[in-house]
């Protein structure tokens, strides 16, 4: 197993540019996410998925559009990209337990991206 | 919106010293899970533990669900546990969300 992909691992973009950074994982999970980490910061939640054409709004959702179209990927896209988006944005996987919960949490090896 | 607190953020200890990280969390949860981040950036996940105690190795932690909090222990610290320990947190409102906190940096010294 792969385990959680992402591509790519770096990327510069001038304001206002669009972009797709991609995710796919190969364990069938039904849960994935996308969080965004700032320098000496924690891990934000921008938005995450719980299946094949669910998806909804994390703690930053503002500027991004994510789909889920099959249960192994799940793209995240900058629509204008703004210096404020310059982070590192990792994507992350795991089963959907009931009751809201998800399980192990897999993360990718994360998508460096500066905004100029 | 749920608050996750990790207390301290920063932590020296000498190799071989004993460390406890703590996780304060502000609402009800469905799970409670704690990652290490290497200095490359990689995050690892080390327990899922909704409640009750849990040992690999070196590590142990435990959350106490009805006081909202979890502990992580080290035990005779390693350099290669420098790094970054977040703890994360899905409320018990059915929304999925998995909230972090925002992290203590550990530097182990040889």
């Known amino acids: 197993n792969a385990g959680v992909t992402q591509t790519p691992k770096f990327q510069v973009l001038k304001t206002g540019q669009s972009m797709t950074l991609q995710c796919a994982q190969d364990?069938?999970?039904?849960?994935m996410s996308w969080y965004r980490q700032d320098p000496g910061m924690g891990l934000r939640l921008i938005h995450y998925?719980?299946?094949?054409?669910?998806?909804d709004q994390g703690e930053v959702p503002n500027g991004y559009n994510v789909s889920r179209s099959t249960t192994e990927d799940f793209p995240l896209r900058l629509l204008s990209a703004a210096p404020s988006q310059t982070s590192v944005y990792f994507c992350?996987?795991?089963?959907?337990?009931?009751?809201?919960?998800?399980?192990?949490?897999?993360f990718g090896p994360g998508t460096r991206l500066t905004v100029l | 919106g749920i608050q996750v607190e990790q207390s301290p953020p920063d932590l020296i200890l000498q190799e071989g010293a004993n460390s406890t990280l703590r996780c304060n969390f502000s609402d009800s949860v469905n799970n409670l899970q704690w990652f290490h981040q290497n200095p490359w950036g990689q995050l690892i996940n080390l327990f899922y533990i909704p409640s009750g105690t849990k040992q690999n190795g070196r590590l142990s932690a435990t959350t106490v669900a009805t006081e909202r909090y979890s502990l992580l222990y080290i035990s005779s610290s390693q350099t290669t546990d420098s790094g970054v320990y977040f703890c994360a947190a899905n409320l018990m409102d059915s929304s999925y969300k998995l909230i972090f906190g925002s992290g203590t940096r550990l530097l182990v010294r040889p």
């Open positions: 364990m069938n999970h039904e849960y």
């Open positions: 992350a996987s795991s089963l959907a337990r009931g009751q809201g919960g998800s399980d192990t949490q897999y």
């Open positions: 998925s719980v299946g094949a054409g669910i998806t």
